[in-house]
């Protein structure tokens, strides 16, 4: 029987390690598939013990879940593949991981998650005492490229609720399921554009949360944790035109603020995104990349440049480190430019040198 330890081959690393372990794979005997079937369902179990307690203590969403679940998955089943265990896996061997994923073309953001997800899983095996070390915390994540995020100008933003506005006025018959479409995508816009949320915690809002006059809408965001974010005028007269059609509808019921007929109950991301993308292509805008995590793109990047500071856009977005907010700093860095050259007394000599 093959046995499992590793054999570092001299200054070449990790690198001599993964194609040992792939001569190791394939030279072993069928006796060793006993000790991969153990491995497995001991590394399976373990990861469902995983996900509770992310699900039950830090009110991960179950799209979420789903991530971490994949993930981790991929890890046991690779780790299968070189005779180790999710379980038993030992910094070499995780970085051997890596490796692997770079060479089958993973993106540094992929493999970036993916790493996270295991380090999340070895404090989790940690904290149980069902490791006595986290392999994972110094293996260095792969740098990501951080793109700026693509931002609507204002006056695109404008145009696409001016027609879903007019869009949503048709009245033709309130059974009329056009008509319902049209007056829920106006409101989810709104919604979106007013406040910033994510897509996830939109189609997901109680109806309770709409509910009455309310200037501010308290959102449920990540890890169940709560935010309040202002209300305009005009998304509380479209949310209400929404809520008058919903409450008479076959699903007045629901808990929902956007009921469907669903697994969840509530409608789909997709099917917002689409209809936002039709709607674009109808308002002549062009946007053929739109969709609604862009109008929290805007959301973020107009506040920034008509004078809110970074702080107040962390704590709008929902965002619990200031770190993910900087990726608009440059757009701060574009007003403060602005700023000072309309207005420092010699900024006029400068340009004129």
Not at 28 to 34: D, F, K, L, M
């Given at each position: 029987?093959?046995?499992?330890?590793?054999?570092?081959?001299g200054?070449?690393g990790?690198?001599?390690?993964?194609?040992?372990?792939?001569?190791?794979?394939?030279?072993?005997?069928?006796?060793?598939?006993?000790?991969?079937?153990?491995?497995?369902m001991?590394a399976?179990?373990?990861?469902?013990?995983?996900?509770?307690?992310?699900?039950?203590?830090?009110?991960?969403?179950?799209?979420?879940?789903e991530?971490?679940?994949?993930?981790?998955?991929?890890?046991?089943?690779?780790?299968?593949?070189?005779?180790s265990?999710?379980m038993?896996?030992?910094?070499?061997?995780?970085?051997?991981?890596?490796?692997?994923?770079?060479?089958e073309g993973?993106?540094?953001?992929?493999?970036a998650?993916?790493?996270?997800?295991?380090?999340?899983?070895?404090?989790?095996?940690?904290?149980?005492?069902?490791?006595?070390?986290?392999?994972?915390t110094e293996?260095?994540?792969?740098?990501?490229k951080?793109?700026?995020?693509?931002?609507?100008?204002?006056?695109?933003?404008?145009?696409?609720?001016?027609?879903?506005?007019?869009e949503?006025a048709?009245?033709?018959?309130?059974?009329?399921?056009?008509?319902?479409?049209?007056?829920?995508?106006?409101?989810?816009?709104?919604?979106?554009?007013a406040?910033?949320m994510?897509?996830?915690?939109?189609?997901?809002?109680?109806v309770?949360?709409l509910?009455?006059?309310?200037?501010?809408?308290?959102?449920?965001?990540?890890?169940?944790?709560?935010?309040?974010?202002?209300?305009?005028?005009?998304?509380?007269?479209?949310?209400?035109?929404?809520?008058?059609?919903?409450?008479?509808?076959?699903?007045?019921?629901?808990?929902?603020?956007?009921?469907?007929?669903?697994s969840?109950?509530?409608v789909?991301?997709?099917?917002?995104?689409?209809?936002?993308?039709?709607?674009?292509?109808?308002?002549?805008?062009?946007?053929?990349?739109?969709?609604?995590?862009?109008?929290?793109?805007?959301?973020?990047?107009?506040?920034?440049?008509?004078?809110?500071?970074?702080?107040?856009?962390?704590?709008?977005?929902?965002?619990?480190?200031?770190?993910?907010?900087?990726?608009?700093?440059?757009?701060?860095?574009?007003?403060?430019?602005?700023?000072?050259?309309s207005?420092?007394?010699?900024?006029d000599?400068?340009h004129?040198?």
């Open positions: 029987m093959c046995s499992s330890f590793l054999i570092w081959f200054s070449g990790a690198h001599h390690l993964y194609y040992y372990f792939q001569w190791h794979a394939q030279s072993c005997n069928a006796g060793e598939a006993y000790n991969r079937t153990i491995f497995a001991n399976s179990n373990t990861i469902e013990l995983f996900l509770e307690m992310l699900s039950a203590e830090r009110g991960a969403a179950c799209n979420t879940l991530s971490y679940r994949r993930d981790l998955e991929w890890a046991r089943q690779m780790l299968l593949y070189f005779h265990s999710l038993t896996a030992n910094r070499s061997v995780l970085e051997v991981l890596m490796i692997r994923m770079a060479d993973f993106s540094p953001a992929s493999q998650r993916r790493l996270s997800a295991l380090r999340q899983f070895y404090k989790f095996l940690y904290t149980e005492g069902m490791r006595q070390d986290e392999p994972s293996i260095d994540s792969p740098r990501k951080q793109a700026l995020p693509k931002v609507m100008s204002e006056e695109q933003v404008g145009r696409l609720l001016d027609f879903a506005a007019a949503a048709v009245d033709d018959g309130q059974t009329s399921a056009v008509y319902r479409r049209a007056v829920r995508l106006y409101a989810l816009i709104e919604l979106l554009y406040t910033g994510r897509i996830s915690e939109l189609i997901s809002l109680s309770r949360a509910q009455g006059d309310s200037r501010l809408l308290v959102i449920k965001g990540k890890g169940n944790k709560e935010r309040l974010v202002p209300l305009s005028s005009k998304a509380r007269e479209a949310v209400q035109s929404w809520l008058q059609l919903r409450n008479v509808g076959d699903m007045a019921d629901s808990p929902w603020a956007f009921p469907a007929r669903s969840t109950g509530y789909a991301r997709q099917l917002v995104a689409r209809e936002l993308k039709a709607l674009a292509a109808r308002a002549g805008i062009g946007a053929t990349c739109l969709s609604p995590h862009m109008l929290r793109h805007a959301f973020a990047s107009h506040l920034l440049q008509n004078g809110a500071d970074l702080r107040t856009v962390q704590q709008l977005l929902g965002h619990s480190d200031i770190s993910t907010t900087q990726i608009y700093t440059h757009v701060l860095e574009e007003r403060l430019h602005q700023l000072v050259n207005c420092h007394p010699l900024a000599q400068a004129q040198r």
